[in-house]
């Protein structure tokens, strides 16, 4: 019988951690990634979400996997939806990894995915994080070096995410049956404004940081300037819109739940990532 888990993404900022994390629960792990290189000492495997011929070499031996749509691309749906399929077709259970707020309407395609996996007739479980913190130190962090974070935040609030958590989080729903058929919102312990954001980051990095709230055209172009390709800028200043509507700004206890501890919250972060963030 099939006692394997495969990570898609294994590579990125959840999927890493999951490997880990998985690995140090005594798991059977295939880290699947474009290069297929071994990844946290698991098993590693080439993958390309839009190409079926590597599904095969990936999807044998597993009864478990890990699904999330890989950074920079916004077509969750034609990406995620066949390798959904797929994966239901060798009844794999599936924790799909999605965002915070797309359950709000049946047409967003990434809630298009969760009801494809919904109506699949396999197991699942579905984890929709809020903003990861961790991109202070990717897609913000050029602008952190010149002490000012420039998003079109206005005034809202999220409860930033760990990206540690998530992984935790998803260790915990791959790992146990008693989550199965149910989704998660999976939030850091604490809403907190831009402005406040920048405030702990100055602190734990000991430079001056501030908030400047734009508009999204400038957002795009500022971007877009640093290499982000434009139709993912257009989708970063679209995710933007539930954070100015404070829909970002809730608080939930889905991290302790599925990983038995708290979540990390800005200050720990900060700390454990001040080389990346340039101190």
Do not use: C
């Not at 707020?101 to 049946?106: E, K, N, P, R």
């Not at 989080?169 to 049956?177: F, K």
């Not at 795009?220 to 390709?229: D, E, F, R, S, Y």
């Not at 200043?237 to 038995?260: K, N, Y």
């Amino acid at each position: 019988m099939s006692n394997k888990i495969l990570v898609l993404g294994a590579g990125g900022n959840v999927g890493r951690p999951l490997v880990k994390a998985l690995r140090a629960k005594g798991e059977s792990v295939k880290a699947a990634s474009r290069s297929g290189k071994a990844i946290e000492g698991a098993e590693g495997v080439a993958f390309d979400y839009t190409s079926p011929a590597t599904y095969t070499a990936a999807f044998d031996g597993i009864d478990r996997a890990y699904l999330m749509l890989p950074g920079g691309y916004t077509q969750s749906q034609a990406m995620l939806t066949p390798v959904v399929d797929a994966l239901a077709a060798r009844k794999v259970k599936v924790v799909l990894q999605t965002a915070i707020g797309v359950d709000a309407d049946d047409n967003i395609p990434y809630r298009q995915v969760e009801l494809a996996l919904e109506r699949s007739g396999t197991r699942f479980v579905i984890l929709r994080p809020n903003w990861f913190a961790d991109n202070f130190h990717n897609f913000w962090k050029a602008g952190i070096d010149h002490g000012v974070i420039a998003v079109p935040a206005a005034e809202g609030k999220s409860s930033f995410i760990d990206a540690r958590d998530i992984a935790d989080s998803a260790a915990g729903a791959l790992t146990s049956d008693r989550f199965d058929g149910r989704a998660f919102n999976l939030t850091g312990p604490q809403a907190l404004g831009y402005a406040q954001a920048a405030t702990i980051l100055s602190e734990v990095l000991r430079k001056p940081i501030s908030y400047t709230p734009i508009d999204d055209a400038a957002f795009i172009a500022m971007l877009a300037g640093a290499g982000v390709p434009r139709d993912y800028a257009e989708f970063l200043a679209a995710i933007f819109h539930p954070v100015r509507e404070g829909w970002t700004a809730a608080v939930t206890d889905a991290v302790s739940t599925l990983s038995g501890h708290a979540p990390r919250d800005l200050v720990t972060y900060a700390r454990d990532y001040r080389a990346q963030l340039g101190a």
